[in-house]
């Protein structure tokens, strides 16, 4: 690889900034809905970590042909078609768990049910 | 099946015949008492094959890879199996008078764990290896619980706390480790004559070991890791006197002895245990200055034990030849005259419901049976003649003498001295001071017949060992290499 | 075609299916007899393969029959095998008892749904452990994952809610790293199999890229696995869940992870001189000493006995993590042996705490959250179900009888072997908090009065059976070690081997 400029990286620095961006706002917000936004943004930076490699320039398709040469890569296209399932079933497994939350103590913030858990604790003390 | 297994399965079998015979205090009673006394018959069967030179083995199954549950019986393990045995049998009848004399609870759960225990003290009787004396070591402080804590009173709770984290504490932080090290560094933890440990291990390696070893075993009660053994006086007086003052306290040292006799063997040690030595005589004259001082009569017993149990520490960290038999001997004379002592104080709690020694003015002249082999416990403590412990305390300090070890020699004529500070007291008391004002509008005589009828016996074999002391001497004598 | 030759790929696919055809049934008591079966079944596979490997070593089941390394490789050597017999034989014990459990903690109507998910769980615990493949292991992990964070959010308490959610947000975020850290791998290797993986490894393994691949596995994967500080999403999803969640996932979603950590970094990393330049055996040594001291010391405050127990797990885990990082086959044999060891102890104890809040409940009412004061006295109303609980609590403080003993010889003769004695002071010092919180609940269930005159009432037969049969199992494989040590040994050996 030889010294390339930042165009040559291009794709990785689109895949660590994704990364971390996403991590940073699972880390940060307290909405769970929000959460859930940064973590397939998280999950997403993965599938650009996977895919970008394996497409070479001016490779096709790998349907042996005499005509071409250079292929790309197809297994991580394939990989990734898996982990995009992974990744949505688990979104929308965690939008179903916000809304039952949401349902049951009123809010989606995070501070706030943590709040009404307290309160509910602090009353099971003062009673026994 | 062999006696070795029958020994071992009959207390094991006993305590699920007594579980079935819960509902009918009689029958659970008999069973107890018939348990025992099949138990003690075949304890003795063994005794003259091992005399003859026998060692019966038996091979549970293996634990880890090399390392069995495997029994086999020597000298020393066959004299505890059968003073534990036998003073199972007088035990028993007295828990009877005791336990019904005073309307405990839960008395089935009570003979049940009683049972399992003799069970545990057996199984470390005649272990094998270090891996199966640690086993049933760990085993018998969790079977003793439930007996310590059997008033289920904050009081017992709290006893049965410092029992219990002083003996598993000691044990694993300790022992284990010890056991460990020697697996790790003599490829055996079998007990084999002369010592197992590689030949050449560097001094500080070995006091550390030995150190290790000495504390882990905290049921030998070397201070400070002495401190259960008061606490657990919050038992019934029929579990101090059996477990606090035999089978519990004398697993312990009988580890003791035996660690250093089977493990480390003398010629090893050679050199590296004037420390033990020091802090035994320490314990020896610390705890009966306690005693001295303990109004409650059986925490004044349980200090005297301690400072007994430093004993049969001292005598085998001597390395005397002759120190080793004196040991031997006192595990056998500490636990008669002991459980005489445990006795009288519990048949004097349920007869006269009294407890400390400054209540017992004249109360000679109500029980004097009871005083009478009070006084002959005492002496046996004391280690005068014609009771047992003379002759072990003569072997003793014969063995002391035999090393030059004059410190020694003068810690025991200390404590001597100091043990009968805190025992005759007791009998003047009893019968030369008269009875107070109190006493006299609580009538009552003797305890009931049970109780009295244990007592008599202890006392009475007491006497027999001074008298006739060949079977243990000759089974102590086993225990040294023949030259 | 033979039976016989198809059992890795019947250990996955069993289980598998019976997820489907529960929901397809719609039926709870069906559900029941449907993935109970597939959990038997995967039970009796389980044991074949065990005794499969003992006669020919490695098994590879090429899946769809494509050779290695372009198609999926099922492998089983002694460690999977060893594993898989853990996982199978939790669940043939925990879905039994289940059925009367849920009755009282989960809707009639969701029954069905808590099979099928019980079903996809366990097919992707098997899968993990089975399969050779890396991305596999990825697909298994989210099966598994994504049906634990449905089943603990079947509990009862609204915070079984919350501690799903966060579950799944810490899960996904271990899954992710995994991923980016076998995509690293992939990348440099150009193969997802484990064996050509580690082939290939050598050539590029003081590349920077494998370095970081190695640290984002071992941080994912620890992350799964609840090692200290990475284990906040245990406690509360282990005092939350349903019972019989609870009991399979202590013994079995943790190990699993356990497990994928070994396998990388013996199978995978052990035959590169990656960990000469990345200190990680160090900072797990650090971290597993960080768990038995801080998260012990954490359970005797507790005032939830699920929660007690809870955090003992992460105590206990450090004590693997602790052997897997001496690199020895005695350091090795403690963590593996543990892993079953305290499995089956932990397994017995929160299904005999299942059995206990039963017993708490009101008549029809919801089983209350087993806290200290509703505990008072209860030995005499349930002396089975206490006893049993102080039994398996044995095993976890390791007295000798029990398993955990076994567990702890090994992890000590590590220690002295590597000559850190300072170490077995540690381990040994922290056995003495197991004391202290086992005996919390001894004192509080033995002595304490209880608040009202109860008679006997102990939970059913049910409920007490197969919980017995593992805290049965705790005693027995702390006298005949000959299956847990000798499998644990030898697959020691052959993972050390790989290394050295």
């Given at each position: 690889?030889?010294?390339?400029?930042?165009?040559?990286?291009?794709?990785y620095?689109?895949?660590?900034?994704?990364?971390v961006?996403?991590?940073?706002v699972?880390?940060?917000?307290?909405?769970?809905?929000?959460?859930?936004?940064?973590?397939?943004?998280?999950?997403?930076?993965?599938?650009?970590?996977?895919?970008?490699?394996?497409?070479?320039?001016?490779?096709?398709?790998?349907?042996?042909?005499p005509?071409?040469?250079?292929?790309?890569?197809?297994?991580?296209?394939?990989?990734?078609?898996?982990?995009?399932?992974?990744?949505?079933?688990?979104?929308?497994?965690?939008?179903?768990?916000?809304v039952?939350?949401k349902?049951t103590?009123?809010?989606?913030?995070?501070?706030?049910?943590?709040?009404?858990d307290?309160?509910?604790?602090?009353?099971?003390?003062?009673?026994? | 099946?062999?006696?070795?297994?029958?020994?071992?399965?009959?207390?094991?079998?006993?305590?699920?015949?007594?579980?079935l015979?819960?509902?009918?205090?009689?029958?659970?009673?008999?069973?107890?008492?018939?348990?025992?006394?099949?138990?003690?018959?075949?304890?003795?069967?063994?005794?003259?094959?091992v005399?003859?030179?026998?060692?019966p083995?038996?091979?549970?199954?293996e634990?880890?890879?090399?390392?069995?549950?495997?029994?086999?019986?020597e000298?020393?393990?066959?004299?505890?199996?059968?003073?534990?045995?036998?003073?199972?049998?007088?035990?028993?009848?007295?828990?009877?008078?005791y336990?019904?004399?005073?309307?405990?609870?839960?008395?089935?759960r009570?003979?049940?764990c009683?049972?399992?225990?003799?069970?545990a003290?057996?199984?470390?009787?005649?272990?094998?290896?270090?891996?199966?004396?640690?086993?049933?070591?760990?085993?018998?402080?969790?079977?003793?619980?439930p007996?310590?804590?059997?008033?289920?009173?904050?009081?017992?709770?709290?006893?049965?706390?410092?029992?219990?984290?002083i003996?598993?504490?000691?044990?694993?932080?300790?022992?284990?480790?010890?056991?460990?090290?020697?697996?790790?560094v003599?490829g055996?933890?079998?007990?084999?004559?002369?010592?197992?440990?590689?030949?050449?291990?560097?001094?500080?390696?070995?006091?550390?070991?030995?150190?290790?070893?000495?504390?882990?075993?905290?049921?030998?009660?070397?201070?400070?890791?002495?401190?259960?053994?008061?606490?657990?006086?919050?038992?019934?007086?029929?579990?101090?006197?059996?477990?606090?003052?035999?089978a519990?306290?004398?697993?312990?040292?009988?580890?003791?002895?035996?660690?250093?006799?089977?493990?480390?063997?003398?010629?090893?040690?050679?050199?590296?245990?004037?420390?033990?030595?020091?802090?035994?005589?320490?314990?020896?004259?610390?705890?009966?200055?306690?005693?001295?001082?303990?109004?409650?009569?059986?925490?004044?017993?349980?200090?005297?034990?301690v400072?007994?149990?430093?004993?049969?520490?001292?005598?085998a960290?001597?390395?005397?030849?002759?120190?080793?038999?004196?040991?031997?001997?006192?595990?056998?004379?500490?636990?008669?005259?002991?459980?005489?002592?445990?006795?009288?104080?519990?048949a004097?709690?349920?007869?006269?419901?009294?407890?400390?020694?400054s209540?017992?003015?004249?109360?000679?002249?109500?029980?004097?049976?009871?005083?009478?082999?009070?006084?002959?416990?005492?002496?046996?403590?004391?280690?005068?003649?014609?009771?047992?412990?003379?002759?072990?305390?003569?072997?003793?300090?014969?063995?002391?003498?035999?090393?030059?070890?004059?410190?020694?020699?003068?810690?025991?004529?200390?404590?001597?001295?100091?043990?009968?500070?805190?025992?005759?007291?007791?009998?003047?008391?009893?019968?030369?001071?008269?009875?107070?004002?109190?006493?006299?509008?609580?009538?009552?005589?003797?305890?009931?017949?049970?109780?009295?009828?244990?007592?008599?016996?202890?006392?009475?074999?007491?006497?027999?060992?001074?008298?006739?002391?060949?079977?243990?001497?000759a089974?102590?004598?086993?225990?040294?290499?023949?030259? | 075609?033979?039976?016989?030759?198809?059992?890795?790929?019947?250990?996955?696919?069993?289980?598998?299916?019976?997820?489907?055809?529960?929901?397809?049934?719609?039926?709870?008591?069906?559900?029941?007899?449907?993935?109970?079966a597939?959990?038997?079944a995967?039970?009796?596979?389980?044991?074949?393969?065990?005794?499969?490997?003992?006669?020919?070593?490695?098994?590879?089941?090429?899946?769809?029959?494509?050779?290695?390394?372009?198609?999926?490789?099922?492998?089983?050597?002694?460690?999977?095998?060893?594993?898989?017999?853990?996982?199978?034989?939790?669940?043939?014990?925990?879905?039994?008892?289940?059925?009367?459990?849920?009755?009282?903690?989960?809707?009639?109507?969701?029954?069905?749904?808590?099979?099928?998910?019980?079903?996809?769980?366990?097919?992707?615990?098997?899968?993990?452990?089975?399969?050779?493949?890396?991305f596999?292991?990825?697909?298994?992990?989210?099966?598994?994952?994504?049906?634990?964070?449905?089943?603990?959010?079947?509990?009862?308490?609204r915070?079984?809610?919350?501690?799903?959610?966060?579950?799944?947000?810490?899960?996904?975020?271990?899954?992710t790293?995994?991923?980016?850290?076998?995509?690293?791998?992939?990348?440099?290797?150009?193969?997802?199999?484990?064996v050509?993986?580690?082939?290939?490894?050598?050539?590029?393994?003081?590349?920077?890229?494998?370095?970081?691949?190695l640290?984002?596995?071992?941080?994912?994967?620890?992350?799964?696995?609840?090692?200290f500080?990475?284990?906040?999403?245990?406690?509360n999803?282990?005092t939350?869940?349903p019972?019989?969640?609870?009991?399979?996932?202590?013994?079995?979603?943790?190990?699993?992870?356990?497990?994928?950590?070994?396998?990388?970094?013996?199978?995978?990393f052990?035959?590169?001189?990656?960990?000469?330049?990345?200190?990680?055996?160090?900072?797990?040594l650090?971290?597993?000493?960080?768990?038995?001291?801080?998260?012990?010391?954490?359970?005797?405050?507790?005032?939830?006995?699920?929660?007690?127990?809870?955090?003992?797990?992460?105590?206990?885990?450090?004590?693997?993590?602790?052997?897997?990082?001496?690199?020895?086959?005695?350091?090795?044999?403690?963590?593996?042996?543990?892993?079953?060891?305290?499995?089956?102890?932990k397994?017995?104890i929160?299904?005999?705490?299942?059995?206990?809040?039963?017993?708490?409940a009101?008549?029809?009412?919801?089983?209350?959250?087993?806290?200290?004061?509703?505990?008072?006295?209860?030995?005499?109303?349930?002396?089975?179900?206490?006893?049993?609980?102080?039994?398996?609590?044995?095993?976890?403080i390791?007295?000798?009888?029990?398993?955990?003993?076994?567990?702890?010889?090994?992890?000590i003769?590590?220690?002295?072997?590597?000559?850190?004695?300072?170490?077995?002071?540690?381990?040994?010092?922290?056995?003495?908090?197991?004391?202290?919180?086992?005996?919390?609940?001894?004192?509080?269930?033995?002595?304490?009065?209880?608040?009202?005159?109860?008679?006997?009432?102990?939970?059913?037969?049910?409920?007490?059976?197969?919980?017995?049969?593992?805290?049965?199992?705790?005693?027995?494989?702390?006298?005949?070690?000959?299956?847990?040590?000798?499998?644990?040994?030898?697959?020691?050996?052959?993972?050390?081997?790989?290394?050295?």
């Amino acid at each position: 690889m030889s010294s390339g400029g930042v165009l040559e990286h291009f794709t990785y620095i689109v895949t660590v900034f994704l990364m971390v961006a996403g991590l940073y706002v699972v880390i940060a917000r307290g909405n769970l809905i929000k959460k859930l936004v940064g973590l397939s943004v998280f999950q997403t930076s993965v599938y650009l970590l996977y895919i970008a490699p394996g497409k070479l320039i001016g490779g096709t398709a790998p349907i042996l042909s005499p005509h071409y040469t250079v292929y790309s890569n197809p297994l991580p296209h394939v990989l990734i078609l898996t982990a995009i399932v992974v990744g949505v079933a688990t979104l929308a497994l965690g939008l179903a768990l916000a809304v039952r939350i949401k349902e049951t103590y009123g809010s989606i913030e995070e501070d706030e049910i943590t709040a009404a858990d307290n309160a509910v604790q602090d009353a099971e003390d003062a009673r026994s | 099946m062999t006696a070795l297994s029958l020994a071992l399965a009959i207390p094991l079998l006993g305590a699920i015949g007594i579980a079935l015979a819960g509902r009918r205090p009689n029958l659970r009673e008999g069973v107890t008492l018939a348990t025992a006394g099949l138990l003690f018959a075949t304890v003795l069967r063994l005794l003259d094959p091992v005399l003859a030179g026998e060692r019966p083995q038996l091979t549970l199954f293996e634990i880890l890879p090399g390392l069995s549950i495997a029994f086999r019986i020597e000298p020393l393990g066959m004299l505890f199996g059968l003073v534990a045995s036998g003073l199972w049998i007088v035990n028993s009848v007295y828990s009877i008078g005791y336990m019904r004399g005073n309307d405990e609870q839960h008395q089935t759960r009570f003979y049940v764990c009683f049972a399992l225990s003799l069970a545990a003290a057996l199984a470390i009787a005649f272990a094998a290896n270090l891996l199966t004396l640690f086993l049933f070591y760990e085993a018998l402080t969790l079977l003793t619980y439930p007996l310590v804590t059997h008033a289920g009173s904050d009081k017992a709770r709290a006893g049965g706390r410092t029992y219990l984290a002083i003996l598993m504490g000691t044990s694993i932080l300790f022992l284990l480790p010890a056991v460990i090290y020697v697996w790790h560094v003599a490829g055996t933890t079998d007990f084999t004559a002369g010592g197992i440990l590689p030949a050449g291990m560097d001094s500080g390696t070995l006091t550390l070991l030995l150190a290790l070893f000495m504390f882990g075993i905290g049921k030998a009660a070397l201070m400070p890791f002495h401190r259960w053994l008061p606490a657990a006086m919050v038992a019934p007086t029929p579990v101090s006197a059996l477990l606090h003052a035999v089978a519990v306290v004398k697993a312990g040292v009988f580890s003791v002895v035996k660690v250093i006799v089977y493990v480390f063997g003398l010629d090893q040690l050679a050199g590296a245990t004037d420390w033990l030595v020091a802090i035994s005589g320490f314990t020896i004259v610390a705890a009966s200055v306690v005693a001295l001082n303990a109004d409650n009569l059986k925490r004044r017993l349980a200090y005297s034990t301690v400072s007994q149990l430093s004993y049969v520490i001292l005598a085998a960290a001597i390395l005397a030849p002759l120190s080793i038999i004196g040991a031997a001997l006192h595990i056998a004379a500490h636990a008669f005259g002991k459980i005489t002592l445990f006795f009288a104080a519990g048949a004097i709690y349920t007869a006269a419901h009294k407890t400390e020694v400054s209540q017992l003015d004249g109360i000679g002249r109500r029980m004097p049976w009871t005083m009478v082999a009070f006084g002959i416990g005492a002496l046996s403590m004391i280690g005068l003649p014609p009771a047992a412990g003379f002759i072990s305390k003569w072997y003793l300090i014969s063995g002391a003498m035999s090393q030059e070890a004059w410190a020694v020699v003068v810690v025991m004529l200390l404590s001597t001295l100091l043990s009968a500070a805190y025992f005759l007291p007791v009998l003047w008391r009893a019968f030369f001071r008269p009875l107070s004002a109190e006493a006299q509008q609580h009538c009552h005589g003797e305890a009931p017949l049970p109780m009295l009828l244990a007592l008599t016996c202890t006392a009475a074999g007491t006497l027999a060992l001074f008298f006739f002391p060949d079977a243990p001497l000759a089974l102590a004598r086993q225990l040294l290499p023949t030259p | 075609m033979n039976l016989v030759e198809h059992l890795p790929a019947l250990q996955v696919v069993l289980p598998l299916l019976s997820a489907p055809l529960a929901v397809l049934l719609r039926h709870g008591g069906i559900a029941f007899a449907v993935v109970t079966a597939g959990a038997w079944a995967a039970f009796a596979t389980a044991i074949g393969l065990w005794l499969q490997v003992g006669e020919v070593g490695v098994i590879s089941y090429h899946i769809g029959s494509w050779a290695p390394p372009w198609g999926i490789e099922y492998r089983v050597d002694r460690l999977a095998s060893f594993v898989l017999l853990l996982v199978a034989g939790t669940a043939a014990i925990v879905l039994p008892w289940s059925r009367a459990s849920i009755e009282r903690e989960i809707p009639r109507e969701l029954h069905y749904l808590y099979y099928a998910m019980f079903g996809l769980c366990l097919a992707g615990l098997l899968g993990i452990t089975i399969t050779g493949d890396a991305f596999n292991i990825f697909v298994f992990l989210e099966i598994s994952s994504l049906a634990t964070y449905v089943l603990i959010a079947l509990g009862r308490d609204r915070r079984a809610l919350t501690a799903a959610y966060r579950y799944l947000i810490m899960g996904t975020i271990g899954a992710t790293f995994y991923v980016i850290g076998v995509g690293f791998l992939y990348l440099m290797t150009g193969t997802l199999n484990l064996v050509d993986m580690a082939e290939r490894l050598r050539d590029v393994e003081s590349s920077r890229p494998v370095l970081v691949a190695l640290a984002f596995i071992t941080v994912g994967v620890s992350l799964k696995l609840a090692l200290f500080p990475l284990h906040q999403w245990l406690p509360n999803a282990y005092t939350y869940a349903p019972s019989a969640v609870t009991a399979f996932l202590a013994a079995t979603a943790t190990k699993v992870s356990i497990y994928v950590l070994i396998r990388f970094w013996f199978s995978v990393f052990g035959e590169t001189l990656i960990f000469e330049r990345l200190p990680l055996p160090e900072i797990l040594l650090l971290l597993s000493l960080a768990a038995m001291f801080a998260a012990s010391f954490i359970a005797i405050f507790q005032d939830n006995l699920k929660r007690l127990f809870a955090y003992s797990s992460v105590g206990q885990i450090g004590y693997i993590t602790l052997g897997m990082s001496f690199d020895s086959v005695s350091g090795l044999t403690a963590a593996i042996v543990h892993l079953f060891n305290h499995g089956i102890a932990k397994a017995a104890i929160f299904l005999l705490i299942g059995g206990l809040v039963l017993g708490l409940a009101k008549p029809g009412g919801a089983p209350p959250a087993p806290t200290f004061d509703r505990l008072a006295g209860l030995a005499r109303r349930m002396p089975l179900t206490c006893f049993g609980i102080v039994i398996a609590g044995l095993s976890l403080i390791g007295v000798p009888g029990t398993a955990g003993f076994i567990s702890k010889w090994y992890l000590i003769l590590a220690a002295m072997e590597a000559g850190q004695f300072w170490l077995v002071g540690a381990i040994l010092l922290s056995s003495l908090l197991a004391i202290a919180y086992v005996w919390r609940f001894v004192e509080v269930a033995y002595f304490r009065p209880a608040p009202e005159a109860a008679g006997r009432q102990e939970a059913s037969l049910g409920l007490l059976l197969p919980a017995w049969l593992l805290v049965i199992a705790t005693l027995w494989f702390g006298l005949d070690t000959s299956f847990s040590v000798g499998s644990a040994a030898e697959a020691a050996r052959f993972l050390v081997k790989v290394g050295g």
